[in-house]
T-cell receptor
Framework: ETGVTQSPTHLIKTRGQQVTLRCSSQ?????VSWYQQALGQGPQFIFQ???????GRGNFPPRFSGLQFPNYSSELNVNALELDDSALYLC?????????????FGPGTRLLVL | TQLLEQSPQFLSIQEGENLTVYCNSS?????LQWYRQEPGEGPVLLVT?????EVKKLKRLTFQFGDARKDSSLHITAAQPGDTGLYLC?????????????FGKGTHLIIQP
């Protein structure tokens, strides 16, 4: 059973650029959630995708967008990058979209915006 | 907005000692999860507690969910260097999965040999 994988592991961008982060969910999982973890903070919910549709969204602006593909892998896109977007971006997959479902996290993508 | 406050933020103790980490909120959660995160990795689920007053044990770790489902604690007995890491509590809202998990800021635990 393959766990959650994310790419790239590290990324450096400049303010105003756009970035795409990728996530492959664990086998059999149809739900993917994205979290942003700033330094010294706990993860903060960005949004969740269930069967290719956005199922819920946290307090993040529209320049954060996503996709989920038929194989349940997912992308997180961030436009017009700001310095405060520097963080560890975590993808988590789960067996279902229910509250409290066990989340299986990938190792994350560390994004630095200069 | 639901918030989870964890205490202490940092804890450094000697191997063999006992410790308790707290997770508190003014909000009710349908369930609460505890994760451990090590540097360069994503959080790993340790336990999920669902029922008010529930107690779960995982070897030397004991997790308790408050009667009102607003708070939780993690107690480690005879801590070992391998317990070192960032411990995060995360609550699931009563509104459903679309709200995602609300995480605390975490407790950085260092167990010195």
């Amino acid at each position: 059973e393959t766990g959650v994988t994310q790419s790239p592991t590290h990324l450096i961008k400049t303010r105003g650029q756009q970035v795409t982060l990728r996530c492959s969910s664990q086998s059999g999982h149809n739900t993917v959630s994205w979290y942003q973890q700033a330094l010294g903070q706990g993860p903060q919910f960005i949004f969740q995708y269930y069967r290719e549709e956005e199922n819920g969204r946290g307090n993040f602006p529209p320049r954060f967008s996503g996709l989920q593909f038929p194989n349940y892998s997912s992308e997180l896109n961030v436009n017009a990058l700001e310095l405060d977007d520097s963080a560890l971006y975590l993808c988590a997959s789960s067996l279902d979209r229910l509250a409290g479902a066990a989340q299986y996290f990938g190792p994350g993508t560390r994004l630095l915006v200069l | 907005t639901q918030l989870l406050e964890q205490s202490p933020q940092f804890l450094s103790i000697q191997e063999g000692e006992n410790l308790t980490v707290y997770c508190n909120s003014s909000s009710v959660f349908s369930s609460l999860q505890w994760y451990r995160q090590e540097p360069g990795e994503g959080p790993v689920l340790l336990v999920t507690v669902v029922t008010g007053g529930e107690v779960k044990k995982l070897k030397r770790l004991t997790f308790q969910f408050g009667d009102a489902r607003k708070d939780s604690s993690l107690h480690i007995t005879a801590a070992q260097p391998g317990d070192t890491g960032l411990y995060l509590c995360a609550g699931a809202s009563t509104g459903g999965g679309a709200d995602g998990l609300t995480f605390g800021k975490g407790t950085h635990l260092i167990i010195q040999p």
